[in-house]
């Protein structure tokens, strides 16, 4: 019922932001453009002479880009709060936005152009990716990886990348020193079907890949020795997470820029509304990440006229008091952290 009931809020959703902005398209014309072009002579076509144009060059890659960022988002974390067994995991502990952050920064300063206007997501996919098996290798030890040195690692691996970010930004010109800012804050603005072809493959891949860590993932929950009984290789295990979340993660963030607080945010609202059993809480998140960053979308695009809010700072600004929340009420329900 919660899955089939955000299926639906979900295509509702991307129809109305589809029509959605400075060139207004009715939700029965955008939903006649989509049949006519998938060759059934079915409903109204864009009454505007620009209207289908603007719809399958900007609009539509727009918004299957934000669906699958949300989804990729959104189910990286809730691997990361599986395999950690901490709800207060996030993509991020690993350094994956702070290293893509970092790699992005320097192309920018240095106007790098080896692969043209890919050379940054380029850089951003790579840096993610080297940032969390630097994560990983540092501390892994004697063929066993513990969850709070992962974390701390995280945290030291975060704090020099942050440095490495304000040298960059420090070291830029002006406009190189706009357009870091402006990458860090997260925008689809731009999104083309180019970059959609790349996105999705790399997040299919995570997400079957979730799918399939998931039935560990809730054996795992069972705690390390009960899983280990079970035939679970828990070390292995994280391998494939971390692996899993590195790929979603990178994926995610090298078009659009750093997007906080989805991987924390939305697994939570799941597991409140089906419990906390990964076979149904990856897929359900994947659905409920893309319809978060869907919305955001919507309103970054149209909450002021002519302007294109940072969805950065909208996701950080539901999710910064949300994780208040969560802290209290986590502390309220389990008697206090210590």
């Known amino acids: 019922m919660v899955a089939g009931g955000l299926v639906v809020a979900l295509g509702v959703l991307a129809v109305v932001s589809a029509g959605s902005g400075q060139l207004h398209v009715p939700p029965a014309e955008v939903v006649g453009s989509l049949l006519h072009h998938a060759g059934l002579d079915i409903g109204p076509m864009p009454a505007h002479p620009n209207g289908d144009a603007a719809l399958w060059t900007i609009r539509f890659p727009r918004v299957v880009m934000a669906a699958l960022v949300g989804a990729a988002l959104a189910t990286a974390g809730a691997v990361m709060q599986g395999v950690f ?3 207060l995991a996030e993509p991020g502990v690993v350094g994956v936005s702070s290293g893509a952050a970092v790699a992005a920064s ?4 240095l106007g790098l152009t080896a692969l043209g206007p890919w050379t940054t997501a380029a850089a951003a996919f790579a840096g993610g990716l080297v940032a969390t098996f630097l994560v990983y290798g540092l501390a892994r030890s004697a063929g066993r990886t513990e969850v709070v040195t992962l974390v701390l690692t995280g945290v030291a691996v ?8 304000a040298l960059t930004t420090f070291l830029g010109d002006t406009q190189a020193r706009e357009q870091i800012v402006f990458w860090q804050l997260g925008s689809f603005n731009g999104t083309r079907w180019a970059y959609v072809g790349v996105v999705a493959p ?12 998931a039935r560990r993932l809730d054996l795992l929950s ?3 020795r009960s899983a280990r009984h079970l035939g679970v290789d828990v070390e292995r295990l994280r391998v494939l997470s971390i692996v899993v979340v590195a790929v979603l993660t990178a994926a995610g963030v090298a078009f659009c820029g750093i997007i906080a607080f989805v991987g924390l945010v939305v697994p939570h609202l799941i597991r409140m509304a089906v419990g906390p059993a990964h ?3 990856v897929p359900l998140s994947a659905l409920g990440g ?8 919507l309103v970054a695009r149209t909450a002021v006229g002519y302007a294109d809010l940072p969805i950065g700072m909208l996701t950080a600004l539901v999710g910064g008091p949300f994780f208040f929340w969560l ?8 008697g206090g952290w210590a």
């Not at 320097?106 to 300063?109: A, D, G």
């Not at 975060?158 to 970010?165: D, E, I, K, R, S």
């Open 85 to 87: 067994g901490n709800p």
């Open 290 to 297: 893309a319809l978060l960053l869907l919305a955001a979308d």
């Open 106 to 109: 320097v192309t920018i300063v």
């Open 158 to 165: 975060n704090a020099v990348c942050g440095a490495g970010l």
């Open 279 to 281: 076979r149904v809480l």
């Open 327 to 334: 802290i209290r009420r986590t502390r309220r329900t389990a």
């Open 202 to 213: 790399l997040v299919l891949i995570g997400l079957v890949g979730a799918l399939l860590l």
């Open 222 to 224: 069972l705690g390390e």
